[in-house]
């Protein structure tokens, strides 16, 4: 726990609950959030780093008033955010897997994500989101999604503990976008062109090989500049060769319902009889919950053959048709992951609300979870010593979170995403490898 005699530590720590539940409300309301973004570039960054300021704003939303009066008691607990470890969650780093010197010979230096699956000739593939050919998000150079290739883990010799090392992109030399997309607002699209958005980017969810074919799940967005990003539709992509080089975009898609399609983020893992389950979520962060989904792996494309996990008060829990089912987990999530390791089926997600990396797992997928478990907690940008994030230990503005399927349940490799947004062309820009355990 931390130190109480250190008022750098209760500080900080202070700092970064209030920040959070800051965000947090601003996340549930639109017209604060509206508001905040119509104010100045600089008073946005005070209200982020200065923690007077920070509550003298919050002091303004009546819930504050109780956070203010007992944060002293704050301390006394043991909370989700702040956990045993000086608030850093049970995962540790091993190293950053992307960014400039790691992937510059692939043409990029700046993404994130890094959704990890085996492919059908046994070596492993990452799917990249946003990619540039500099260290962060700028006009050079932009394709979404690009993909990587690794033998780490999947061969005998090589070690996760180590370091995932690259063997070859998408591409080539120069990694290239995996499926078109208009990178742009002004088209419509959809089938037929009936849709009435048009297309920013293809932001992957995650892949799987049945068959010796690969399919890619990604998301149609919209646009990033509005919270609750708004998607067009979850769909699939198709690579017919075994190393997925070559992709197709197809037309089997989760169209969304009004930015609250609980369909939109898609991931999945095959049960080894048969079956594929999968877990679905808005992708936007702005509504709770996720679907647990399955279908059978000839059927994968068939969308009418895909059955949803429901409940209803006459019949309890049971499998239903399509859009029929109910959410069977409640928690606030960005990315998700789920992958079926040693008999034991994991799920990792960003936690919204919790601002950190968590996971459940289960031996039954049809049962209960267990409790999530904090792997890697958010913190803030500062002068620390750690130059991910402060205290030391954390990750500022994290978010990913993807399960390698090479991993084992007491070596549990996690892929984290970290961008520091503000200013905007900044620097770090990439993806992480931690290893935990569940």
């Keep these: 726990m931390y130190d109480r005699t250190s008022n750098n530590d209760i500080e900080t720590a202070a700092r970064m609950y209030i920040v959070r539940l800051f965000e947090n409300m601003v996340l549930q309301n639109d017209e604060i959030f509206m508001q905040l973004k119509s104010s100045s570039k600089s008073l946005k960054l005070n209200c982020l780093i200065n923690l007077e300021i920070v509550v003298r704003t919050l002091m303004q939303i009546k819930t504050i008033i109780v956070l203010a009066i007992n944060v002293a008691t704050l301390w006394a607990v043991r909370v989700d955010i702040v956990t045993d470890g000086l608030n850093t969650g049970a995962a540790r780093f091993v190293r950053d897997i992307t960014g400039p010197g790691i992937t510059s010979r692939f043409g990029f230096n700046g993404t994130d994500l890094g959704i990890a699956f085996q492919l059908p000739n046994g070596s492993g593939m990452y799917l990249f989101g946003d990619t540039f050919n500099g260290p962060c998000p700028s006009p050079g150079g932009w394709r979404a999604p690009a993909a990587l290739r690794s033998q780490t883990g999947f061969t005998s010799g090589t070690e996760l503990a180590n370091g995932i090392e690259?063997?070859?992109?998408?591409?080539?030399?120069y990694a290239k976008e995996l499926v078109h997309n208009d990178h742009q607002m002004n088209v419509a699209h959809g089938p037929g062109g009936s849709y009435k958005f048009s297309e920013l980017t293809v932001i992957p969810s995650d892949g799987i090989s049945i068959g010796g074919k690969v399919y890619m799940f990604a998301s149609s967005v919209h646009d990033w500049s509005v919270i609750g990003w708004i998607t067009n539709y979850c769909f699939i992509s198709v690579s017919g060769d075994p190393y997925g080089e070559n992709w197709v975009r197809t037309d089997v898609q989760w169209l969304n319902d009004g930015k609250v399609d609980l369909r939109q983020q898609i991931t999945l893992d095959k049960a080894g009889d048969g079956w594929v389950y999968a877990v679905g979520s808005s992708f936007s962060r702005a509504t709770d919950g996720m679907l647990l989904m399955r279908v059978r792996e000839e059927d994968l494309m068939n969308l009418a053959r895909w059955q949803e996990w429901g409940w209803s008060e006459s019949e309890g829990w049971k499998w239903r048709a399509p859009y029929q089912g109910t959410p069977f987990l409640s928690d606030s999530c960005g990315e998700t992951s789920l992958r079926k390791i040693q008999d034991t089926w994991v799920l990792s997600y960003y936690d919204v609300k919790k601002y950190a990396i968590v996971t459940r797992y289960t031996k039954n997928i049809?049962?209960?979870?267990?409790?999530?478990?904090?792997q890697v907690v958010g913190g803030t940008w500062g002068s620390c010593g750690d130059e991910r994030g402060c205290p030391a230990g954390t990750v500022a503005e994290l978010y990913g979170g993807y399960i390698h399927p090479a991993s084992t349940l007491d070596e549990l490799t996690l892929i984290?995403?970290?961008?520091?947004?503000?200013p905007y062309e900044t620097w770090p820009y990439r993806s992480m490898q931690f290893i935990g355990s569940i």
Excluded: F
Aim: charged letters at 30%; aromatic letters at 12%; glycine letters at 12%.
């Design 416 to 422: 984290l995403s970290q961008w520091k947004t503000e």
């Design 166 to 173: 690259w063997d070859n992109a998408v591409g080539g030399a």
């Design 366 to 374: 049809e049962g209960e979870w267990s409790e999530p478990k904090v």
